[in-house]
């Protein structure tokens, strides 16, 4: 069974900074893809970031320049830093893993960006 376990979300001022994190434990043989995704209230959930296993990285228009995805294949972990944040990245946050055929979504971490 693997698990997934973000940490790193909150409330932040708009231009400030969060760093999420993914760790991901139990039977994971080959992570292929780690991804962001999040969903606000009342919408669909969204692609944020995504990191192949050879290092490839993939950004959504809308955090392009502000956020970077980043893995330590070591800790199985993947990270998000997201800077210059703005009150439309409020959501909660998930982290999804693709390992082979079997995809594994965590339980979600809420960033707030507000004043």
């Known amino acids: 069974q693997v698990q997934l376990v973000e940490s790193g979300g909150g409330l932040v001022q708009p231009g400030g900074s969060l760093r999420l994190s993914c760790a991901a434990s139990?039977?994971?043989?080959?992570?292929?893809?780690m991804a962001w995704y999040r969903q606000a209230p009342g919408t669909q959930r969204e692609l944020v970031a995504r990191i192949i296993n050879g290092g490839s990285t993939y950004y959504a228009d809308s955090v392009k320049g502000r956020f970077t995805i980043s893995r330590d294949n070591a800790k199985n972990t993947v990270y998000l830093q997201m800077n210059s944040l703005k009150s439309e990245d409020t959501a909660v946050y998930y982290c999804?893993?693709?390992?082979?055929?079997?995809?594994?979504w965590g339980q979600g971490t809420q960033v707030t960006v507000s004043s």
């Open positions: 999804e893993l693709v390992a082979g055929l079997s995809m594994y």
């Open positions: 139990g039977s994971i043989f080959s992570a292929n893809i």
